[in-house]
């Protein structure tokens, strides 16, 4: 079992930048791939970044390159996801979630998720 715990979520006015902490603890391992989603209001749940835990390869969305960086640290067991340059549409609630096996960018894959954080962008 993967306990997984998000934290710094906020409400930032557009243009500006929050970073997310996930906090793993229990069962986990380097051969964990770990990822963020998010979804808005009405919508479904969507890919934002990735990371294979092991070689610490990184996966983006399209609307998040350039602006979302994910990142790990090992002796924390704790991944990040800096968030910069912030849109409205960006609004929604940001979930860590972690899957044994390499990075999917679909939600079904992953076995363990956090509670989500919200994430508020103001024009």
């Known amino acids: 079992q993967v306990q997984l715990v998000e934290s710094g979520g906020g409400l930032v006015q557009a243009g500006g930048s929050l970073r997310l902490s996930c906090a793993a603890s229990?069962?986990?391992?380097?051969?964990?791939?770990m990822a963020w989603f998010r979804q808005a209001p009405g919508g479904e749940r969507e890919f934002v970044a990735a990371?294979?835990?092991?070689?610490?390869?990184?996966y983006y969305a399209d609307s998040v390159k350039g602006r979302f960086t994910i990142s790990r640290d090992n002796a924390k067991n704790t991944v990040y996801l800096q968030m910069n340059s912030l849109k409205p549409e960006d609004t929604a609630v940001y979930y860590c979630?972690?899957?044994?096996?390499?990075?999917?960018?679909?939600?079904?894959?992953?076995?363990?998720w956090g509670q989500g954080t919200q994430v508020t962008v103001s024009s």
């Open positions: 979630a972690a899957r044994v096996g390499r990075v999917r960018t679909t939600t079904e894959p992953y076995n363990y």
């Open positions: 990371i294979n835990w092991g070689d610490g390869s990184t």
């Open positions: 229990g069962r986990t391992s380097s051969y964990y791939a």
